[in-house]
C-alpha cells in the first residue's frame, strides 16, 4: 500500500521557539495533503486542508499564521508551528489522497513537547 | 459541518467476549472508514464501506454500513488482547474530500 513519512518523529523544543514537521508521500503523488492534531485520548481533528500549488484551508479556530503549511511539491507537505507554547504540545498527523484510490493515507505522526 | 458521534467511548473486556461500536451521524456520507490506532502511531485503515447496507468481514471483525449510509457499526468477536487500541470511524462527505473523525472507541482486552 502507500506510504506517508512524517519527520520528525517527535520533537522537544522551548516556548518561543518555531519548529517545522514534513510530510511526505513515498510512493505517489499527492495534490492534497491533510494535517490532523491529536490531543491524548481523543480523536484527530482537522487542521487544515493543504494543496499543492495553492493555499491551505484552515479549519474554522485554527490560526494560519501561526501553523504555517507549504505543500510545494506533490510529494511534500509541511507543517511549522510558529512560536510555539506549551499548549501546542500535541500529536500532530498528517494525510496524504492518493488520487487513484481516492484514499487517504496516514503517517506516523509527529509528537511535539514544548516547554 | 457534519458530525459523527462514536460509542461507547471506553470499552474494557475479558479475552473472547463479543463488542459492537457504533458510529451514528444525522448527515449522509459517500463512504464511511474505520481505523485503529495504537499509541504514538498514526491510524491504520481497517476497511471502507461504501454502499447502503453493506458488510464487511475481517477475519474476526464485522462491519456494516447502515441502509442510509449515516450509520456504521464494528463488531468483534472472541476480542483478543491484541485487539487492544483505538478505533476510530471516520466518514467522507465526497469521494476524495476531508474525512471527518468520531470521537473514538478506547478497547481494552484483558487477558
Known amino acids: 500500500g502507500a506510504v506517508v513519512s512524517q519527520h520528525p518523529s517527535w520533537v522537544i523544543c522551548k516556548s518561543g521557539t518555531s519548529v517545522k514537521i514534513e510530510c511526505r508521500s513515498l510512493?505517489?503523488?499527492?495534490?492534497?495533503m491533510f494535517w490532523y492534531r491529536q490531543f491524548p485520548k481523543q480523536s484527530l481533528m482537522l487542521m487544515a486542508t493543504?494543496?499543492?500549488?495553492?493555499?491551505?484551508?484552515?479549519e474554522q479556530g485554527v490560526e494560519k499564521d501561526k501553523f504555517l503549511i507549504n505543500h510545494a511539491s506533490l510529494t511534500l507537505s509541511t507543517l511549522t508551528v510558529t512560536s510555539a507554547h506549551p499548549e501546542d504540545s500535541s500529536f500532530y498527523i498528517c494525510?496524504?489522497?492518493?488520487?487513484?484510490?481516492?484514499?487517504?493515507?496516514f503517517g506516523p505522526g509527529t509528537r511535539l513537547t514544548v516547554l | 459541518t457534519q458530525l459523527l458521534e462514536q460509542s461507547p467511548q471506553f470499552l474494557s473486556i475479558q479475552e473472547g467476549e463479543n463488542l459492537t461500536v457504533y458510529c451514528n451521524s444525522s448527515?449522509?456520507?459517500?463512504?464511511l472508514q474505520w481505523y485503529r490506532q495504537e499509541p504514538g502511531e498514526g491510524p491504520v485503515l481497517l476497511v471502507t464501506?461504501?454502499?447502503?447496507?453493506e458488510v464487511k468481514k475481517l477475519k474476526r471483525l464485522t462491519f456494516q454500513f447502515g441502509d442510509a449510509r449515516k450509520d456504521s457499526s464494528l463488531h468483534i468477536t472472541a476480542a483478543q488482547p491484541g485487539d487492544t487500541g483505538l478505533y476510530l470511524c471516520?466518514?467522507?462527505?465526497?469521494?476524495?474530500?476531508?474525512?471527518?473523525f468520531g470521537e473514538g472507541t478506547q478497547l481494552t482486552v484483558n487477558p
Open positions: 448527515s449522509v456520507f459517500s463512504s
Open positions: 510512493d505517489f503523488q499527492a495534490t492534497t
Open positions: 493543504s494543496n499543492e500549488g495553492s493555499k491551505a484551508t484552515y
Open positions: 494525510s496524504a489522497g492518493s488520487p487513484n484510490t481516492d484514499t487517504q493515507y
Open positions: 471516520a466518514g467522507e462527505e465526497t469521494s476524495g474530500s476531508r474525512l471527518t
Open positions: 464501506v461504501v454502499t447502503g447496507g
